[in-house]
């Protein structure tokens, strides 16, 4: 229906989230996945200056957030959002 329109942000949205529901993973957000990169850069030690830049974020604070709910998620895997999307659509239960 909008073939040949940008993609807005609403319809991103859409389709990455329908995206995670036809692979059993609910919740699957755009935001999810540059968090992500965020936590994935800090893991491999890149400068928090770089990853801030290149992430478009003003602050540091932010950033700074991302990185301590990844320790929290390293004390509780099974309740981690991206540790659940990169096992796929088997068991998803929240107490593995």
């Not at 999810?32 to 491999?44: H, I, L, Q």
């Not at 990844?70 to 998803?92: H, I, T, W």
Request: glycine share 10%.
């Amino acid at each position: 229906a909008t073939q040949g329109r940008p993609l807005t942000w609403d319809g991103l949205r859409t389709i990455v989230r329908k995206r995670g529901e036809a692979i059993g993973i609910a919740g699957v957000t755009p935001h999810a996945f540059r968090r992500g990169w965020a936590c994935a850069m800090s893991e491999a030690c890149a400068p928090l200056k770089v990853i801030v830049e290149a992430g478009g974020w003003r602050h540091e604070q932010q950033l700074l957030r991302y990185t301590q709910a990844l320790e929290s998620q390293r004390l509780a895997p099974a309740l981690s959002p991206v540790d659940r999307l990169s096992r796929g659509p088997q068991q998803l239960s929240l107490w593995e």
